[in-house]
């Protein structure tokens, strides 16, 4: 195979990345990779990139590219999470540039460098069939699971979404994103689009609005925001005025049409969103303002037995079965119906997660919330919905009495949790671990509220 290049920027002194409103070109990117690389332990094959600042995570991956390391992404920088990597990787290091990871992995701080002027350097080639990483998911058991990926994929992907977002017509956009770039989605759209299309990505990792506001309007445009349902969310409700941006794209959660029209309207771009996961990287997009349907990337074919999905060709590593209920419209497009493991089945009512949590945020003063079903020990546990709110000018009887309105008394949440904000993490998501934490920790009134 060929190989590909680290980056795709056009001269040395094209932008790479934004650092407080300030340019960094090739160049220095190259001797910053140079630069790192030279200071990496000798003998650990394995790197653990926690750097928080995104052009030292793009500069300590490149390293570990050039130098022929795999980098590790967990899902999580819990001291648990830390020892089952130093379990997987025994020769692991863990690159730092703010805090320290633990003593159960060999930590290197992130050096840095100076202003002295640079030359020019050749850009690096990575084979395509080289594994660069393993992408980690929270495992059912506990022990995060390892998703090995390689150049070639990880390129042909983001140069699809390169060609989807339209950064083909020669205008070099700077990237902001507000996602870990240790997330795949973060990995993809903050750190290696940008890279791979000749675009900047923006250091800063910015999480409330008027951070995100602050960061875009340092920049020069034309710009592109990388976000979330709940950033966006935040974004719309905060009542400010962000800079003009030629572009939104959001992932991580489903993106309800309402908060999609929102968004277009407070931006005044297009919102576009990205369907995918960790094991099989980004397989298609939609304009969700415009339709329901999504379009796959050029090349990806799902095969469909029953309810079960895989994907399979295009950049997709194998065969990899989707955990999500998919109805083929025509040709490369499809309609998503919820994940197949959100469907509940109560009392033989049939009903999904994702529908009732949409359910639940239609309620007038429900600001955030979500439905699971816990679980239930003994084969005589009935199986019953529990819901978890953030609705501060109400009470469980007044939002029990609008839910029952709105869904089946089945699907009905027993308990029901009121709370002053989700325990979300940094891409969104509300893990499940902590919803039950939240249950067995939380108000025995709430037990009781609902009904038989």
Known sequence: MQPLPLIRHGSPDSVVAYRDGIAIPARRFLADVQRVAAALPAGRRHMLNLCQDRYRFAVALAAALVTRRVTLLPPTSTPEVLRQMAEFAPDGFCLVDEHGCTALVHTVLYPEGDDAPVGDLP????????LVAYVFTSGSTGTPVPHAKHWGPLVRNVRAEAERLGLSDGRRRAILGTVPSQHMYGLETAVLLPLQSGCALLARRPFYPADICAALAETPAPRILVTTPVHLRALVDSGLEPPAVDLVVCATAPLPDPL??????????????IYGCTETGQLATRLPTQGAEWQLYPGIRLETQGEQVWATEGHVEGRVPIGDLIEPTEGDRFLLKGRSTDMVNIAGKRSSLAYLNQVLGD???VLDGVFFMPRREGADAVARLAAVVVAPGLDRPTLMAELRRRIDPAFLPRPLLLVERLPRNTTGKVPRHALESLLQGGDPGALEDGGP
Not at 123 to 130: L, T
Not at 264 to 272: C, I, M, T
């Open 123 to 130: 850009v690096p080639q990575i084979e395509a069939d080289r």
């Open 260 to 273: 999609a029209r929102a968004a277009e309207d407070r931006f005044r771009a297009p919102v576009l969103e």
């Open 363 to 365: 309620v007038p003063g």
